[in-house]
């Protein structure tokens, strides 16, 4: 009888290489996860992950230096624990500050990016100068250095200030810079009368209530003049937009009678200030003497 050779199925085979392909994968996932969890809590307690550096965009009114102590964080703080929400309203208290953004980058760094109201003036004090904001906020806390990118805004009451800024506000940048002062010079004919210098010795007046609109007529005006080959106003004079649009040289005598004018009002709005705050001082005093009569 012959012997006879019994092959095992070779769909056994098969299976078994299957379970051992399936049981390899598995062994990778499970291998794989307890590295993942391993590296996550190594991160998290260990000194990579506290925060190393933190970086703020360019500002004009606050420093990096008053942003960076503002937020509050320290080296000694985890990044993953770093409440985002509480960080921009510490900084959102800020002076001039519109938004914060607040990105934390692996594996230990925080970028702050603030957004500031655009600084459309400023008033002077003494001998340092107050932003104006585009929201017509006036800081008196900040001082800046004499400025050469915003004009100098002298003599307005609060409502002529927020009058201008709204000027400032839809006027063409390229004008806006273009602009050293501005004064308030109201008079019984003419209550929203403004008076601009302009960095290339011209000088503008108009009427608040108008200006934003026929401000835009002054780089085209002003391309007209006849200058030198450096590029300045040979005869520079003053360009009326109270009426219209009119150019009246300095060296022309209706020149000289608006200047004198224009001086006579400043001095007179001067003198008012002046007795207002007399007045003011002398009813603190008062006040003060009341006061000190009842104790």
């Known amino acids: 009888m012959d012997d006879k050779i019994i092959h095992a199925p070779k769909f056994d085979t098969a299976r078994r290489k299957r379970r051992k392909r399936r049981q390899r994968i598995q062994l990778t996932i499970f291998l794989t996860i307890v590295a993942i969890v391993a590296l996550i809590l190594f991160y998290m307690f260990s000194n990579i992950s506290y925060v190393k550096s933190i970086s703020v965009n360019d500002t004009t009114i606050n420093s990096s230096k008053s942003i960076k102590e ?18 921009v309203s510490r900084i959102e208290y800020l002076d001039g500050v519109k938004s914060v953004t607040v990105h934390r980058y692996f594996p230990n760094k925080v970028a702050i990016q603030v957004e500031e109201y655009k600084v459309l003036g400023v008033v002077k004090d003494d001998d340092s100068y107050h932003p104006v904001l585009e929201n017509g906020q006036i800081l008196h806390k900040v001082k800046f250095d004499r400025p050469s990118d915003v004009p100098v805004l002298n003599n307005f009451s609060s409502k002529a200030l927020n009058q201008l800024v709204k000027v400032l506000s839809t006027s063409k940048e390229e004008i806006i810079n273009q602009i050293s002062e501005v004064n308030f010079i109201p008079k019984e004919e003419a209550t929203n ?44 004079g003053i360009i009326d937009l109270e009426v219209g649009a009119v150019f009246i040289p300095y060296e022309s005598k209706k020149a000289e009678t608006r200047r004198l004018e224009l001086e006579k009002e400043m001095e007179k709005n001067s003198e008012k200030d002046k007795a207002k705050l007399e007045k003011s001082v002398e009813k603190l005093k008062k006040e003060l003497n009341q006061i000190k009569s009842e104790q």
């Not at 503002?70 to 960080?87: E, F, T």
């Not at 403004?194 to 609109?213: A, C, S």
């Open 70 to 87: 503002q937020s509050g964080i320290k080296n000694n703080m985890r990044i993953y624990s770093l409440d985002k929400n509480h960080i």
């Open 193 to 236: 009368r403004v008076q601009f210098y302009m960095k290339n010795g011209l000088e503008v007046i108009g009427d608040m209530r108008t200006i934003d609109d026929k401000l835009n007529y002054f780089p085209g005006m002003a391309s007209k003049l006849k200058k030198d080959s450096q590029g300045r106003i040979l005869k520079p």
